[in-house]
């Protein structure tokens, strides 16, 4: 799911979706209207669940598409390599999560709670909780 925003309302910190893809926005740059032509804007954002770095240019009053993040919680069911599934507290829907950060991996193992974002329908293990 998306909602459709302003390109020149967009900040750093933010979350759009370039080629499909959700991706954070890492850098702005902002160009003044020229004799002939609108004020561009250039994005530079890195993907959500691949870490590829994309950019775009565009005029000020175009329109991006910005994903809807659902922050959920859940419990670690199994850790099996880089996969992990996640039990949804809320509704105990069992989810998969790949490509977890080394740092969050270290942390992981059954019955621990987990902090996870839904992107487009996929899921994103952000934190472990304490």
């Known amino acids: 799911m ?3 925003a302003e390109i020149g309302s967009i900040k750093e910190g933010m979350y759009v979706i370039i ?4 991706s954070r926005v890492v850098t702005i740059e902002k160009s003044k209207p020229g004799k002939h032509g609108s004020a561009k804007v250039r994005l530079v ?5 691949d870490g590829v770095k994309r950019s775009i240019v565009s005029p000020v009053d175009a329109k991006i598409d910005v994903p809807v993040i659902d922050k959920r919680n859940g419990q ?4 099996s390599g880089n996969t992990i599934q996640i039990m949804d507290l809320e509704n105990f829907e069992i989810l998969e999560a790949m490509n977890v950060e080394a740092e969050l991996l270290d942390k ?3 019955s ?3 902090e996870y ?6 899921p994103k293990l952000v934190r472990v909780k304490s």
Not at 45 to 49: K, L, S
Not at 117 to 122: A, Q, T
Request: aromatic content about 8%; glycine content about 10%; hydrophobic content about 50%.
């Open 2 to 4: 998306s909602r459709p």
């Open 19 to 22: 080629d499909g893809e959700p």
């Open 117 to 122: 974002w839904m992107i487009m329908g996929r």
């Open 45 to 49: 954002a890195i993907g959500v669940f």
């Open 112 to 114: 621990v709670e987990v």
């Open 76 to 79: 670690v069911i199994s850790v």
């Open 108 to 110: 992981l193992k059954p």
